[in-house]
């Protein structure tokens, strides 16, 4: 009996300490944001994704250093400090929930139709970048991009080049642990970084809770982000697009195209395969991160600069000069950046937006923000884990937050061999099938009605 109180106390002791913490308040309870910071702050090295197509989770080595526990103090799974949509710069205008703080909105596209072309909205993103190497204000990059090793697959990259530079532009849906990478830079160098919010708030926590030294990372671009998927969701898109003979490939883009694009694969022969937008939507749904769903910075509000799809501005657009970034400048280092680069004249076109369209897309957000933080307390209510936001969450009542969590639920938490089914509804044949069955019976029933109608009136 003894011995059994021992191993267990012995257990709990482990949990309680070292990377136990992070199994235990973060990883077990489907927390992990996959941001990588957690693998970027360990000493010993303990930290790996040995299953990056699967859950994609952080792993023990075995080599961890009890008592450390600064995995857990950077990671901001299960942590995530909302008081930055409070922080107000000098000079700010309307900070707050939605937009966060900001000095600057406007519509940027890439002057070089090459890059405008490749792009995901209007190549602002790269176009900026591209700027701050050639001119050596950053000695490198570190964004996503295609893994180089299998074009289906993405990964960290770090960029010296425009040319390489290039070869990351888009956005890649799909998770990549990104601030894992940050252990590569050279400590010498200067960097600038583009990541979601969840990977921007990991850097700001090693700058503030950690002795890990990341001041090299001068600039940091964030991107709205409504969530990220599995890598089994690329996966299946590629089946619907490609069918299963999808091994030679050269390229996988899911934002092809002009705005908003499609998800493409290019095959090595030079053939192109595509699956719509609406479809790559969809898929949302149903291979989000559970933590997607209790996100409440989809504007990286910690950022230099913020980039976005242009959507809320599609009412000031022409049909065909769609391809357009929305901006919004953050920091004082973010706005003169711009200015600079913008003066410039070689990398960036500048388009002013409408303050009413600017208000509307921060009611917007705000709308958002408020249904994840229903979310968040219909999970807390149901006495299921959720991130402490350092904020306080809204009353709600026990049917209610069933509802709520059901619902979410329902479209969010399928994943990973779930899905069987709904992989078969999802693919554009049996959707077409579903469709035709659909249109014939709408019209034997509306065949019935006439009858019906015929022979009432007969
Ligand atoms: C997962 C994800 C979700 C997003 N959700 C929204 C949204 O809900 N609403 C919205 O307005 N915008 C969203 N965006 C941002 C949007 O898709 C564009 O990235 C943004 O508008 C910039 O466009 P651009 O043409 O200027 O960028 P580009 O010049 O095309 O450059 C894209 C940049 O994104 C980086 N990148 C690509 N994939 C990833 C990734 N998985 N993780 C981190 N960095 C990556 C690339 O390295 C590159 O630097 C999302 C982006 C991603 C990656
Ligand atoms: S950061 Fe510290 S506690 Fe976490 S795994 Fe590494 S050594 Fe262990
Ligand atoms: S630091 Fe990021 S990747 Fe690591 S456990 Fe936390 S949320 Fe997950
Ligand atoms: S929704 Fe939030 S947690 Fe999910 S990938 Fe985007 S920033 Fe990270």
Redesign the pocket.
Known sequence: MHKVLMVMKSKTEKEDRGFGLLQKEVIDPDLCCRCGTCVAVCPEDNIHFPDPTGKCLPADKGTCRDGCALCSRACPGADSDMSRFCEQAPGDRDPGFGLGPYREICLLK?ADPA?RA??????????L?TYCLEHRIVDGVL???PDPGDPRR?AA?ISHSAEELLQ???????V?P?NAALRQLNPDKKYAM???PC?VEGLMKLRKRSPVLVENVSLVLG??????MYFEATERLLESAAGNGHTRLSAVKY?DGDFPGHFTVHRENGSEKIAHLDQLMVYFDFFSLNRCRLCMD?VAALADIS???P?PFLRELAENDRKW??VVARTEKGSSLLEAALADGEYLTRREVRDNHVRDWDRGLHSKQWMHLLQVASDRRLGLAVPDFHAPLPPIGLIKALINAAKARVFFNITLGSVEMLKNAMCRDSRMKTLKQFRRWRRKRNRCRVNNIEGGAG
């Open positions: 890439a890059i490749k792009s995901t909205s209007g190549g602002a993103v790269t176009a970048l964004s996503v991009g993405s990259r990351c532009i888009q956005s890649r849906y799909c990549v990104l583009a990541g979601l990977q991107l709205f982000c409504h969530s990220t934002r989809h980039f976005a799809d959507f970034t929305a």
